[in-house]
């Protein structure tokens, strides 16, 4: 397949994921209307859905029914949107954009963002639990890798650690950490979600999540370059954040050349992680997006 | 039994359960500890344990090994525990006290009560979907059910119900919607997992939901009582808060003797629920110290 196939493909992915994102929070009227706009506004419509992409191929790859991955998708997004909308709170970033647009806490103040966020959470199990094409032993297997993923070992310990290291230097080890768990750990819960919606062989179960590990490091620290080099019409925030806020970042660490280095280094591991198996040109062009985007 | 013996009962539940949760929360040195510590302050030490008691004596009822009940026991607490320390959030309640000592953010800080709350509401799932004793099926039905009860069509939408309504007067009807998904919703769920880990009659399993709707009802009724006739001292909590806030509640729709007989009222139907069913002294002992408790 040739390079534009592949956009079309991680495009088609995303509207599959957002027709069902929207399907799954279609309500009829309620006295909670105001906390379903809000979770509406920070879920839909929205980013490259590279977490459902990696769902939906691995899937695809070991032979998942579409709407059993796609319920998986919707729920790994779920999560994602739901940190988003913590992570800008006034007490932890403190963003008032996202995506371009005004983040959730500023378009439906704090206590109504503090709800949809954990509205998001909740309801990313629900939807789970309420799959009607998962088995019960998928479900029981995919919440429990998702609530992991997402809890205090996983990306909370990610945030946390985040906080704690604010306004001083960090070393590289802690700082491996830290992206590991903030990023790494939900795209590798995406990666085994998409595998065991169908029937993975051992080894690739093994080879998704070096994938997605060596894929999740190198987005952020593309980020951490991005927030140096970026434009900041294209990337939807303002660009300098990092430094505002004394962040330590792969960029202060290594310089810029440094971490250019290191994320081509990841994107190459990340590639031969999957190299030995068939029909991976998708991951292979995903890897090498996440190295070029400038967005 | 005398009801001094259930007294020992509830204290040996709540002993129970507290050593459960301090096992489930004993982690080894890790850059996380402060959300740890966090979690830990809210979790532990703290109330009569009501919701973990209706888990496991619904559990005792329907013939459930204990160990799987208290996992059980354990994710509803923490559920409880996570509700709390966003509530008392700044932008939410902004409460600067909860039993008696200063609330999760007013220890720890905004930030790391935010994410202490959503760990625990993780930790919740994961607490089930790690259990050694319950069956697949188990933590199948149980996640869901503690999934529903705690999202936006049941806790989370009592507080977004409560947040939209603040300072406007509702009606009887709003005000019960509210109670019912705010404390009712939780409630029946511990009530309903108590059950499924053992193995329920179908009229049991109804009954368990009449009798936990009803001593839910019940338990605000009394909730906005205290908070006129109360003393601060048994409560933890300063008195007057509801009028302050201009909030509706039995008492300001019905007066303080018609907000007494619907707590009345909703308890004797709470007994009702459960007269048929042997070993039922506890029930009625709770649903009675529901009506009677001071704090």
Not at 41 to 68: D, H, T
Request: proline share 2%.
């Amino acid at each position: 397949m040739r390079n534009d196939s592949y956009q079309t493909k991680l495009e088609e992915y995303a509207r599959l994921t957002e027709k069902a994102l929207e399907e799954k929070t279609t309500w009829g009227a309620c006295r909670q209307r105001q906390v379903l706009d809000a979770i509406r506004y920070s879920l839909l419509g929205g980013g490259k859905r590279l977490r459902a992409a990696m769902v939906l191929e691995f899937g695809r790859l070991c032979g998942a029914p579409v709407p059993a991955a796609l319920d998986l998708a919707c729920a790994v997004e779920m999560v994602h949107a739901y940190s988003l909308i913590h992570d800008d709170l006034p007490c932890m970033d403190n963003d008032d954009y996202r995506r371009g647009k005004p983040s959730c806490h500023k378009k439906f103040g704090e206590s109504t963002a503090l709800l949809a966020g954990d509205g998001l959470l909740t309801l990313a199990f629900e939807t789970i639990f309420s799959s009607r094409v998962l088995t019960s032993q998928q479900k029981n297997d995919a919440a429990g890798i998702l609530a992991q993923a997402s809890g205090i070992f996983g990306m909370i310990g990610g945030q946390v650690i985040d906080l704690e290291s604010e306004g001083q230097k960090i070393d590289m080890d802690a700082l491996n950490t830290l992206y590991a768990l903030k990023t790494g750990a939900l795209l590798r819960c995406a990666a085994l979600l998409g595998c065991i919606a169908g029937a993975p062989e051992p080894e690739f179960l093994e080879a998704s999540q070096i994938y997605a590990r060596k894929c999740g490091l190198a987005f952020q620290i593309t980020d951490d370059i991005l927030d140096v080099m970026g434009e900041e019409e294209k990337l939807g925030k303002p660009i300098g954040s990092d430094r505002e806020n004394k962040k330590t970042t792969y960029v202060t660490l290594l310089g810029l050349e440094g971490a250019k280095q290191s994320a081509r280094q990841q994107i190459e591991q990340a590639k031969e992680s999957v190299k030995e198996f068939e029909e991976n040109g998708f991951l292979l062009w995903v890897a090498d997006m996440i190295l070029t985007r400038d967005h």
